[in-house]
């Protein structure tokens, strides 16, 4: 009798050891397949982020109203019509507009994403504006 319990005893024994010995084998397969995932390259985006805002700044340069709102008024709002319609709807942005010789920031850019940034010279024609009046309109993208 006493060893018949025994015997039940070993083969309870051997089961619980071979559960533990699958859950180890699922941890490091696991394991594995995580490590390999995470090693993926991140596709770099920044050269085509950056030729779609020079395109859009060159638009918004050669466009007379667009300029001349920028240059008398400092205001951004055609510009920023113009950029919401042509950025793609997971990018958000900003436009400020300041000095040639001023550092631009926008206070309303997050801290935590990456920020492209790219900046014209919008300038005017001698018979049109002052020359006084050259502005910098500087263009902030990033994902929402």
């Not at 051997?14 to 490590?35: D, N, Q, T």
């Not at 300041?98 to 850019?109: K, M, P, R, Y």
């Amino acid at each position: 009798m006493r060893a018949i319990e025994e015997m039940k005893f070993m083969k309870n024994k051997k089961a619980w050891i071979r559960i533990v010995e699958a859950l180890i084998a699922i941890m490091i397969i696991m394991a594995g397949a995580l490590y390999v995932v995470s090693k993926k390259p991140v596709k770099d985006i920044s050269d085509e982020v950056y030729e779609k805002q020079r395109q859009i700044l060159e638009v918004i340069a050669n466009n007379e109203s667009m300029r001349k709102q920028l240059i008398e008024d400092g205001n951004t709002e055609l510009a920023s019509e113009y950029v919401l319609k042509n950025l793609p709807s997971i990018w958000d942005f900003r436009l400020n507009i300041c000095g040639v010789d001023e550092i631009c920031t926008h206070q309303d850019t997050p801290n935590d994403k990456d920020i492209y940034t790219s900046e014209i010279i919008i300038t005017s024609t001698l018979t049109s504006y002052p020359e006084e009046q050259t502005k910098k309109l500087i263009f902030f993208a990033w994902k929402r």
